[in-house]
């Protein structure tokens, strides 16, 4: 059953899109959506898209709840919060001149990292996580055409834990078409690294299959319910969010 906060999700969504296409007169008072009576706290992509639509969203944002709450990710003061708003003002990482201010405050935050062997806690680590920030620029797209560039806050990345699966998902081309990778995870000793093995691309609706050197390295630095660090092995730093819903690998 869909919650109250999904379905005022995609209300506000909808009205966001269309409020473009019509014309309201002046005198025309605006209707406003009583969503005072909410199942559960917002999630926080919730809370972010409504935050990306600017100030004329800022009742929604407080008749759902999206206020900050201390040592929360919107909590500027913690740890954790000044982590999500450097990568934010980093522009997801494409801002590579404020990479720098990421670095010291991810570091501090893994410092903290209160689930110090991730493969052994897969209800934590499963489930569907955004990217918000990272130091790929492959990943980011920096390299390619603006239309074939991922939208920003949308490519997400899926964990089952359990089976040990994995899938990576972007939009592109003003998000009408998903590319995606799945993959095969294999558990390291340490409890914290898997090796990854890609086993298939999508473009759209093309799929084909990886080749075998298609393999990779990911540790996991950081791991609560809400946030996530991953370090792979050329370098790159990743830090995600959970995204609403299960996992989609």
């Not at 009742?59 to 759902?64: E, F, G, S, T």
């Not at 934010?88 to 689930?115: F, Q, W, Y």
Request: glycine letters at 6%; hydrophobic letters at 40%.
């Amino acid at each position: 059953m869909i919650s109250k906060a999904h379905l005022a999700y995609l209300i506000i969504l909808t009205a966001d899109l269309t409020a473009s296409l019509v014309v309201r007169p002046a005198h025309q008072p605006k209707t406003r959506i009583n969503l005072a009576r909410l199942d559960s706290a917002p999630p926080n992509d919730l809370c972010d898209a409504l935050e990306d639509r600017g100030p004329f969203f800022r009742w929604q944002r407080d008749v759902l709840g999206c206020e900050v709450v201390p040592g929360g990710l919107r909590d500027l003061d913690s740890p954790r919060g000044a982590l999500v708003a450097a990568c934010a003002a980093a522009s997801m990482g494409r801002d590579v001149e404020k990479r720098a201010d990421v670095l010291p405050l991810l570091e501090a935050v893994e410092a903290i990292n209160p689930t110090p062997n991730p493969l052994e806690a897969p209800e934590l680590l499963s489930g569907c996580w955004r990217l918000i920030y990272t130091t790929s620029d492959g990943i980011l797209g920096l390299k390619r055409l603006p239309f074939f560039r991922p939208r920003y806050k949308r490519i997400l990345q899926s964990i089952d834990a359990v089976n040990l699966k994995a899938k990576n998902e972007e939009w592109v081309l003003l998000g009408r078409l998903k590319n995606s990778v799945r993959a095969d995870l294999e558990p390291q000793a340490d409890g914290r690294t898997v090796t990854v093995r890609f086993r298939r691309f999508g473009i759209g609706w093309l799929r084909f299959p990886a080749p075998k050197t298609a393999v990779g390295v990911l540790e996991t630095t950081y791991l609560d319910d809400e946030l996530r660090i991953s370090r792979g092995d050329k370098g790159n730093l990743f830090v995600l969010v959970r995204n609403t819903g299960p996992s989609r690998a």
